[in-house]
């Protein structure tokens, strides 16, 4: 009974072992992202062909045309989305897809009015020969008064 117990512990730890995948390594692709993300420019794409956006009214866009349309059409301008540093939280795996949680202050007109905002983004990102490109984006604004954010 004990070499059971035993044999059962030891498969047990190894298929823990092997489950796991690594998505904390990949030091150069996680600066990629970073940079990515923290010098982005207004005029210069970083949205592949078949990105997909969730709007803060929970709307799906198909494309970065289409979302662009909904911003249009709701009277929003964007004027700067800054990641807040100590607050972002990327996940890459395999070297060519990467998963990307950060806490960003967001600016913005809507309907003529300025307004600031603290956004929790979830974005998917792509490596394809060219480099990053963002599949997938997701914001919900962060209620201070309710949770208070924490530096870490």
């Keep these: 009974m004990k070499r059971i117990l035993v044999l059962f512990l030891v498969m047990l730890g ?16 996680r600066q990629e992202i970073r940079e990515l993300m923290r010098h982005r420019k207004p005029d210069v794409p970083i949205d592949c062909n078949d990105f997909i956006a969730v709007g803060p009214k929970g709307d799906i866009s198909f494309s970065h045309q289409q979302w662009q349309g909904v911003q249009t059409k709701e009277k929003v301008v964007f004027k700067s989305v800054r990641p807040i540093p100590g607050h972002e939280f990327i996940r890459i ?10 806490l960003a202050n967001v600016q ?3 309907d003529g009015h ?7 983004r979830l974005e998917v990102y792509h490596k394809m020969a060219g480099g990053w490109c963002r599949v997938a984006g997701q914001g919900t604004e962060v209620d201070e ?8």
């Excluded at 795996?93 to 950060?102: D, I, L, R, S």
């Excluded at 309710?146 to 870490?152: E, R, S, Y």
Aim: aromatic content about 14%.
């Design 14 to 29: 190894s298929y823990h072992a092997f489950a796991q995948i690594d998505t904390t390594s990949y030091p150069k692709e």
């Design 93 to 102: 795996y395999e070297g060519k897809m990467a998963v990307v949680n950060f």
């Design 108 to 110: 913005l007109v809507v």
């Design 114 to 120: 300025d307004v600031n905002l603290k956004v929790r």
């Design 145 to 152: 008064k309710l949770f208070p954010i924490k530096t870490n």
